[in-house]
């Protein structure tokens, strides 16, 4: 379904600029902001969730609830799954929404305001009446979308954090709501990191949440030394000429570690390498999704033809960023980021008559191959 979204930007924040929100809201504090999107056709019909959810390689949950019992299954799930009668109250989740759905992708551009490196994906829910995940709270900044009927949310900056013992998933053991809204499709909840939530369908709804990520100390410092132990050399190897005979055969002595700890020297990384590492790392798709190479593919003379005719747009499950003079697209980092690529990374499209030059034109046709990007307009 093709949506008219709201061209004026402060409306989509409730008046502010983004400038404005960000000082005001981002990070610290709640914003609800009705009619954020008013008019708002959902991008996924329910039909259309349920088939997304049966996929492989789409990442999707349910979460039901009876009485004071929560449920947690993982999908892919069966339409007899999804479709059956039931007697609980019940949501289905689906992530990542945007990388399927051209519309879903078109709405989170909305968010560019925010930097493409902290944007995360759109995940789609629908819940029957009296459905939702339960109190929790997120770590994440999250804009939540009301797109089709009505939702209660309940929230509250609680700093109890202690989650329910024993159940699935997490829930906040006491949730002590201090503020409360009926949403209605178009308007929009911003919360901040840890912001504690709890939304209930009323009536039959689905919900859009934009998401963000902020990789933890812990993930970058694992991915830093994954990249440098594939990225750099080092020279020298242990060696003993001095060795002396055993008086504990066993005994891993100072010698040895010391020696070690010399080769190995100090891991201290230079910013060029952080930042080297960050690129790929934040432009390097999920685990789970897959290209398709276009099905037949155009000769290079072709493609250039179209491309010059219609120019040039971003597959949604591309991810594309920049830094000084490098181009990092899908994982892979490009030198020079020539500056026609660079702004293929901030549009994520390039018009018609853009007129790429040799090298940015084989960069574009080897990356249509991959499925990467699409010559043409989008539909
Ligand atoms: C939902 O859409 O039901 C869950 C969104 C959230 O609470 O983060
Ligand atoms: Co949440």
Redesign the pocket.
Known sequence: MKNELPSDISQLLGGYSPDRFLALYWHKKPLLIRRAMPGLKPVVSKAELFSLAGRDEVESRM?ARKGRAWSLKQGPFTMREMRAPRADRW?L?VQGVNLHCIEADELLRRFSFIPAARLDDL???W?SDG???GP?F?SYD?F?LQASGR?RWRISMQRDHALLAGAPLKILRNFRHSEEYLLEAGDMLY?PPGCA???V?VGECM???I?FRAPSAQELARGLLEHLADSTERAGMFADPGLRPAKRNALLDDAYVNQAARLIGRLQPTRAQVADFLGRYLSEPKSNVFFDAPEPSLTRPAFSRAAARHGVWLDPKSRMLHRANTIYVNGEAVTPGLPLLRQLADARRLEAGAAPNAAALNLLYLWYTHGWLHPGRRT
């Open positions: 979460v949501t989740l995940m789609v829910s819940a459905g939702g995940v929790h997120d999250v939540l939702r919360l939530h709890d939304g369908a919900t859009y949440s998401g």
